[in-house]
């Protein structure tokens, strides 16, 4: 008599397909730049903690998780930012002097070499913070950029408003949405120092000129209490009408920097 065997159940599972970020902008159609932030040489916590920081300020183009080796060297990573789209590295390295930042456009520059004066990090900032400022979808965007002070017609400051002009992706004011923007990178130039100010702040829209308890309704999106008024109207014109501006919150991280 013949045996039957019982077959193994071979259970289905479905591949995991991660999506990829698209390279061109749908609306501009321009090329979206992507960044590298890694360090050189051995560098101390609080520089580790600050690197990881500017990966979180170039969020969503750029590579959070990089993994660094003692054998890597920089040609190693221009052989992968060319087929990753990668157009930009900020390098952190230490001095017995000072540490240093470069911002470099790859892969035949140029370069930019800044001494990095004093800098805040961003758990600092969030712990010095009654209430800090870290939603969900925060990185979901890029930020947008604010240049001040560059206006002065040197050769170096141009080239520093191009290069940081082009390390984040351009918007089109007529297409963008107000909800996505929610941080801002603030780059202020003081003549008289000759030192930059680089700082990250988170924002949001909030509406001004309204009462606290007409704030929270729009904030909260909550159906008001219309028990003790006649008509809808009432509501309407009791307070005056919405206008909405960005409020900027406190920065998440400050950082002083000097060209070199």
């Given at each position: 008599m013949?045996?039957?065997r019982?077959k193994?159940?071979?259970?289905f599972?479905k591949?995991?397909?991660?999506?990829?970020?698209?390279?061109?902008?749908?609306?501009?159609?321009?090329?979206?730049?992507?960044?590298?932030?890694f360090?050189?040489?051995?560098?101390?916590?609080s520089?580790?903690?600050?690197?990881?920081?500017l990966?979180?300020?170039?969020l969503?183009?750029?590579?959070?998780?990089?993994?660094e080796k003692k054998r890597?060297?920089l040609?190693?990573y221009?052989?992968?930012?060319?087929?990753?789209?990668?157009?930009?590295?900020?390098?952190?390295?230490?001095?017995?002097?000072?540490?240093?930042?470069?911002?470099?456009?790859?892969?035949?520059?140029?370069?930019?070499?800044?001494?990095?004066?004093?800098?805040s990090?961003?758990?600092d900032?969030?712990?010095?913070?009654?209430?800090?400022?870290?939603?969900?979808?925060?990185?979901?965007?890029?930020?947008l950029?604010?240049?001040?002070?560059?206006?002065?017609g040197?050769?170096?400051?141009?080239?520093?408003?191009?290069?940081f002009?082009?390390?984040?992706?351009?918007?089109d004011?007529?297409?963008?949405?107000?909800?996505?923007?929610q941080?801002?990178?603030?780059?202020?130039y003081?003549?008289?120092?000759k030192?930059?100010?680089?700082?990250?702040?988170?924002?949001r829209?909030?509406?001004?000129?309204?009462?606290?308890?007409?704030?929270?309704f729009?904030?909260?999106h909550?159906?008001?209490d219309?028990?003790?008024?006649?008509?809808?109207?009432?509501?309407v014109?009791k307070?005056?009408?919405?206008?909405?501006?960005?409020?900027?919150?406190?920065?998440?991280?400050?950082?002083?920097i000097q060209?070199?």
């Amino acid at each position: 008599m013949a045996r039957f065997r019982n077959k193994k159940r071979k259970d289905f599972v479905k591949p995991v397909v991660k999506k990829q970020q698209p390279s061109v902008d749908h609306i501009t159609g321009d090329k979206i730049p992507k960044s590298f932030v890694f360090s050189r040489g051995k560098m101390p916590g609080s520089l580790r903690q600050l690197q990881m920081d500017l990966r979180k300020l170039m969020l969503p183009y750029t590579a959070l998780k990089l993994k660094e080796k003692k054998r890597n060297n920089l040609k190693d990573y221009l052989n992968v930012a060319g087929p990753m789209g990668v157009t930009h590295f900020l390098i952190l390295s230490k001095t017995e002097t000072a540490p240093y930042l470069r911002v470099a456009r790859t892969p035949q520059g140029p370069t930019l070499t800044f001494k990095v004066h004093e800098y805040s990090l961003a758990v600092d900032i969030a712990q010095s913070q009654l209430r800090p400022r870290c939603p969900q979808d925060l990185f979901k965007n890029a930020p947008l950029i604010v240049l001040s002070g560059f206006g002065t017609g040197e050769q170096h400051l141009k080239l520093t408003t191009i290069m940081f002009q082009n390390i984040f992706p351009a918007i089109d004011i007529n297409t963008v949405k107000l909800s996505s923007c929610q941080r801002i990178v603030l780059l202020n130039y003081n003549k008289e120092t000759k030192l930059i100010d680089f700082r990250h702040y988170s924002i949001r829209l909030q509406p001004v000129g309204v009462s606290r308890r007409i704030r929270k309704f729009v904030q909260n999106h909550q159906v008001p209490d219309l028990r003790r008024l006649q008509d809808v109207s009432d509501f309407v014109t009791k307070y005056v009408s919405l206008s909405l501006s960005l409020s900027l919150s406190h920065p998440h991280t400050h950082t002083r920097i000097q060209h070199t």
